[in-house]
């Protein structure tokens, strides 16, 4: 397609409020990194200007304040709380995007009553909101002892359904089989077709999903609190972080802020170096079908 | 549905292989469907039919629902979430997914700077809920009173005082343009560029070939937007736990954030946890039949799209 | 290549975790001596005091080793439930007793705290001359209520934040903010008045005792470009603020009528006198104090005696304590910009400033040595009280020992020597603050501390202490809402609106029409409801 020039008062006018919202997002984000720069009471009396002094050393200070404590008793630090996020983020992502990946390939690729049963069941449960189920899940989890325990976590995530769930049933749709009758023509099991040829063939739509997956999860400090809150992950600590205990001497606005700089860049760089891998793969395979 | 009732043998040679095949495959991710998805809303419904009583669960009939339909008429603070839930879903639905569309379409479009606006566009989605709620907080916290004292005005408690439901639908529209901007922009790139190329040549605007050619391609997946939303109009917290964590004014709360604090917050206990699926069971009872109308409803009279 | 990325991107994230999975583990080195393991509550009153107080305890007993545990937050229901699995021998925070004490996680100290200290540390590297026993030094009601469970010891009571009017004493120097014997304004070098203690040369010499001078004080700070209040979001201080200005309307014989909720108690508009007892004693949520309390609340927002960022979301105390104290120098620099003449805080706030004060005397001569001082609350007309009167919040904060700790000896040992005046000195003498026991500080002492921390001890010791707790059941069964929330200022109106904190919604715009009176009622009907389960012994 061709890039459109701007052509319309309608046009102009979006592009320029376009304009503007951007301006909005990236505002905060440098005033947030300006201020981490600055020492505490700076920021109090000059909170919109340059520092006079740039310390980058809160960030050295930062890396060993930012911490949780855990029963008033134990502190995770930093290392351990990234570590923590990474593994809670990375494994899960795996685990539930490939479980869609199964799932979705046996309801795309064997069609009858089974997989039309859980088609079925995952577009009512898309449709058909239920609501308020927190209690009943983490009584459930308590029941079968997975609150708090990182393994219960991770095999919770061993479900299906939701967008990634059709997705993949569509780009399951849109492989040809013909490969695989040629592969089962050959004496290849089932497996050996699944796991050889049809799994590479979804490996963009595979990648891209877990990646937002693992944003996803890497992001969300509200899992740690509400599943398990002995293993906190990075955004929970810096939830956390923003309420100060005692003065000490890395307290204050600018370490909040030199905090959240922290948390976000690893997204932000995992981001920008996969960009296209990410928007380019799940719309165009995403929802073909 | 229809389709996909092909006989199995016909394409897969060994029908016992194939079982085995699709045993294996699914029994693990079925049985986990089984316990935390539909066990945990069949829990759900009876948990709200239960009371709490020194460390068990016993059975109280509707009680729970008794009192649930006692606070929605009568407690303030669920009065008022209930109509703040109401504001944030229209907010959702009114401008901040009109806006996102139109985003999308301009991205799609590949304006001048497309590149550009896609990314930041993604930005909050990107970063963590949590980082982007302390920017927001820090820094309009200390913006806004000083414009209000520059405009000659007594200075607000911005996220306390009367300013604060103003400020919190401001965030959440700043926030929310870029949620929806990759399924947007998948349906939009799905659409055959025959067809646009038709309009090119005629010379049309952009606002004309959105509505007239791009809007009715992707009311299908824009009706998907809106059908799960109704959801959102129940479990929304619209970012309230992130900015003032449990302790949030009584009349900034929504129903997702109500529920939210009394199953999670600091003074939550098991015993509140009947009340709060009472709470759920009874929002389903309204949030389903409303989504299938709406679906109902766009289905039949949105636009209809073949291509 | 694209494919060759992804795998070192995914590498790299893997070999990330590992590192710092296995930098998150360290080992204590094995130094051939016994380890007792601390775990301590890092609030205001910071590391020091238990830091000069270990290397003390060190040195008289070489054989141990103390590792101590600072924890930003302390949460007595959470450490209840993973106490059995943690190494910590001994802890310093909030503890609800009584719930410890019928799970059987607590040791019997009772050894420790009825031995005189010479006797029990009497194998120490360095003589030990104390003959007093800890038990003998407690405060009263706080003994009554330790032993309450079944008459022994099983936890030592520490110390909480007490409150009062915190003012900047440079500032009324400055601008003549104090009172001279004639009731004219004066910097502190006129004849000063001799203030609520009637002596002169005391703490509160030049302060304003009555309500009324009180309110001509804040009218002139306004006219002479002082802001009198800030406060930080926290709820809590506010609301301990102002319930320590109601204690100290009503007076110690009134705080204890309701603490042991036995005794009379004339309320406002009665002739005669109403018998207090636990089956009405939510009556006094209406007390006059209380009234004074919310008149004081509502005339500081109605007026505008207060900062704009006050309570603002991004008033974290430590961003509120800054703000306070930058408030000088922003004042001279920019425009629009007052100093502040007043913060709201627990006594704590000034050691937990102590970074902050650091860094403004560097940035000029004239802020080092500030002072600030405390104020007593001025009485209103109808005040019961006679003499000032502090209230003190936390009173369950307490050190104690688990019960099946593995270095008990070395444990109880620590737990007495902390409590010896020695280091109850050194604790009052690094943070200020003060424990919960009787003990004196010598004026040599006295003279190293910050001027608010002895104008603190001086009050302290001159007036009378209040504080939630005593061998009454209804209170210390419900410690957590008689000194937290529920209380002191939460109530709903009737027409069912949540009120907590009286100065957030006397400025709030949106409750514009709500009056004292309002406030008042909301209390009384809010008390009369939570005393069903309260007194009913459901909560």
């Known amino acids: ?289 | 549905m229809k389709a996909y009732f092909k006989d199995l043998k016909a394409k897969h040679a060994g029908k016992k292989n194939t079982y085995i095949f699709m045993f294996v495959m699914l029994c693990i991710p079925i049985l986990f469907f089984c316990v935390f998805n539909v066990g945990v809303k069949l829990n759900s419904v009876l948990l709200s039919l239960k009371q709490y009583d020194r460390g068990d669960y016993t059975f109280w009939g509707f009680g729970n629902f008794k009192q649930v339909f006692y606070d929605l008429s009568n407690n303030y603070e669920v009065k008022a979430a209930t109509k703040n839930s109401i504001i944030f879903y229209g907010v959702n639905m009114l401008i901040i997914l009109p806006l996102s569309v139109f985003t999308s379409y301009f991205i799609y479009k590949k304006i001048p700077g497309a590149e550009i606006f896609k990314i930041m566009c993604y930005l909050p989605q990107m970063v963590s809920a949590i980082v982007i709620t302390l920017m927001f907080k820090y820094l309009v916290d200390k913006l806004l009173p000083k414009l209000y004292v520059a405009m000659g005005q007594q200075a607000p408690n911005v996220f306390y005082d009367e300013t604060k439901l103003g400020v919190m639908i401001v965030y959440n529209i700043w926030v929310g343009i870029g949620a929806n901007i990759i399924l947007s922009l998948g349906a939009m790139s799905r659409i055959p560029d025959q067809l646009i190329e038709v309009g090119e040549l005629e010379g049309i605007s952009l606002w004309k070939e959105f509505w007239q050619i791009t809007f009715p391609l992707i009311f299908p997946t824009i009706t998907v937007f809106i059908v799960t939303g109704v959801a959102g109009l129940f479990t929304s917290q619209a970012h309230v736990y992130n900015f003032y964590g449990d302790f949030a004014p009584e009349d900034i709360g929504t129903l997702g954030y109500f529920m939210f604090v009394k199953v999670i917050g600091e003074n939550s206990t098991p015993a509140s946890y009947p009340y709060a699926s009472a709470f759920g069971v009874l929002f389903t009872l309204v949030a389903a039949p409303i989504t299938l109308i709406i679906k109902y409803v766009l289905e039949k009279y949105g636009p209809e799209a073949e291509f | 290549m694209k494919k060759r990325l992804i795998s070192i991107v995914t590498v790299l994230i893997l070999a990330v975790s590992l590192l710092c999975g296995t930098a998150g583990c360290k080992k204590n080195k094995d130094d051939g001596k016994e380890h007792i393991y601390f775990g301590c509550y890092e609030g205001g009153w910071g590391r020091e005091w238990l830091d000069q107080s270990i290397a003390k305890f060190e040195q008289m007993y070489p054989q141990y080793k103390v590792d101590v545990h600072y924890a930003k937050s302390y949460d007595s229901t959470s450490l209840l439930e993973k106490i059995d699995m943690i190494d910590q021998d001994i802890f310093y925070g909030g503890l609800d007793l009584y719930s410890y004490l019928d799970q059987n996680k607590l040791m019997d100290i009772t050894d420790v705290v009825t031995t005189p200290l010479n006797e029990y540390l009497a194998d120490s590297k360095i003589p030990v001359t104390e003959t007093k026993t800890i038990a003998s030094k407690m405060w009263g009601d706080m003994k009554d209520y330790v032993t309450s469970y079944d008459g022994k010891f099983y936890n030592v009571p520490f110390g909480g934040g007490f409150y009062s009017l915190n003012y900047d004493v440079g500032l009324f120097d400055q601008k003549q903010f104090f009172l001279d014997k004639n009731g004219n304004w004066c910097s502190m070098s006129g004849d000063l008045s001799v203030g609520q203690d009637g002596v002169a040369g005391t703490y509160d010499d030049g302060l304003p005792v009555t309500y009324a001078e009180f309110l001509k004080l804040l009218d002139r700070m306004k006219k002479r470009n002082v802001i009198p209040f800030t406060w930080s979001s926290i709820n809590g201080y506010s609301q301990h603020f102002l319930h320590a200005c109601s204690v100290a309307q009503d007076g110690v014989d009134a705080f204890n009528t309701f603490k042991h909720m036995n005794g009379e108690y004339t309320f406002a508009g009665d002739s005669e006198p109403t018998k207090i007892t636990p089956a009405n004693a939510y009556l006094l949520r209406n007390s006059i104090g209380k009234k004074d309390a919310l008149q004081f609340a509502y005339d500081i927002c109605k007026k505008g005696y207060y900062d704009s960022q006050a309570g603002g979301a991004s008033m974290d105390y430590l961003t509120a304590q800054d703000t306070y104290l930058m408030s000088m120098e922003n004042a001279k620099t920019q425009k629009n910009v007052y100093p502040i003449a007043f913060f709201i805080d627990g006594g704590h706030w000034h050691n937990e400033a102590k970074v902050s004060m650091d860094m403004m005397a560097e940035m000029s001569d004239e802020y080092k040595n500030r002072k600030f001082g405390v104020m007593p609350f001025p009485w209103f007309e109808d005040a019961l009280a006679t003499k000032s009167t502090y209230f003190m919040s936390s009173p369950n904060s307490s050190l104690h020992i688990k019960k099946d700790a593995k270095q008990a000896e070395g444990a109880k040992k620590l737990l007495a020597y902390l409590n010896s005046d020695e280091a109850l000195i050194t604790c009052t003498k690094t943070c200020g603050n003060i424990r919960f026991m009787n003990y004196e500080m010598s004026s040599d002492d006295l003279k190293v501390m910050p001027y608010y921390y002895q104008t603190a001890w001086q009050a302290l010791k001159a007036s009378d202490i209040c504080y939630n707790l005593c061998d009454n059941p209804y209170i210390y069964k419900n410690c957590s809402y008689f000194d937290e929330m529920g209380w002191e200022w939460s109530c709903v109106t009737s027409d069912g609106k949540t009120l907590n904190n009286p100065l957030n919604q006397f400025k709030d715009k949106s409750m514009s029409s709500l009056t004292v009176s309002d406030y008042m009622v909301a209390l009384l009907n809010t008390g009369k409801e939570d005393w069903k389960k309260i007194y009913s012994g459901e909560n």
């Open chain 1, 1 to 289: 397609m061709k890039k459109k020039t701007l052509n319309s008062f309608f046009s102009i006018f979006f592009f320029v409020l376009l304009i503007l919202y951007c301006i909005s997002l990236i505002c905060p984000f440098i005033w947030t990194f300006i201020t981490s720069l600055k020492q505490r009471l700076e920021y109090i009396s000059n909170p919109f200007g340059l520092p006079k002094k740039w310390l980058f050393s809160n960030y050295v200070d930062v890396f060993d304040a930012l911490s949780v404590s855990i029963n008033g008793v134990k502190e995770i630090k930093l290392p351990q709380l990234f570590f923590n996020g990474l593994s809670y983020a990375f494994i899960s992502a795996i685990i539930h995007v490939f479980t869609n990946c199964i799932v979705a390939y046996v309801v795309s690729k064997y069609p009858g009553k089974i997989a039309n049963i859980i088609y079925t069941f995952v577009v009512v449960n898309m449709i058909l909101p239920v609501v308020g189920t927190l209690a009943a899940e983490l009584q459930i989890m308590n029941t079968l002892r997975f609150y708090d325990n990182m393994l219960g976590i991770y095999l919770m995530k061993i479900g299906f359904g939701g967008t990634n769930f059709l997705i993949f049933y569509a780009t399951f749709k849109s492989v040809s089989w013909t490969y695989a009758e040629a592969a089962f023509v050959d004496g290849a099991s089932h497996f050996k077709v699944f796991f050889a040829i049809m799994i590479p063939m979804v490996v963009p739509t595979f990648f891209a999903l877990s990646l937002m997956q693992f944003i996803t999860y890497w992001n969300d400090w509200q899992a740690s609190l509400m599943y398990f809150p002995s293993t906190p992950t990075v955004a929970y600590a810096l939830h956390t972080f923003q309420f100060p205990g005692a003065g000490g001497k890395t307290t204050g606005v600018p370490y909040i802020m030199a905090g959240c700089i922290l948390v976000s860049m690893p997204i932000i760089i995992i981001f920008l170096i996969f960009r296209n891998k990410i928007m380019g793969s799940v719309s165009i395979g995403g929802l073909k079908g």
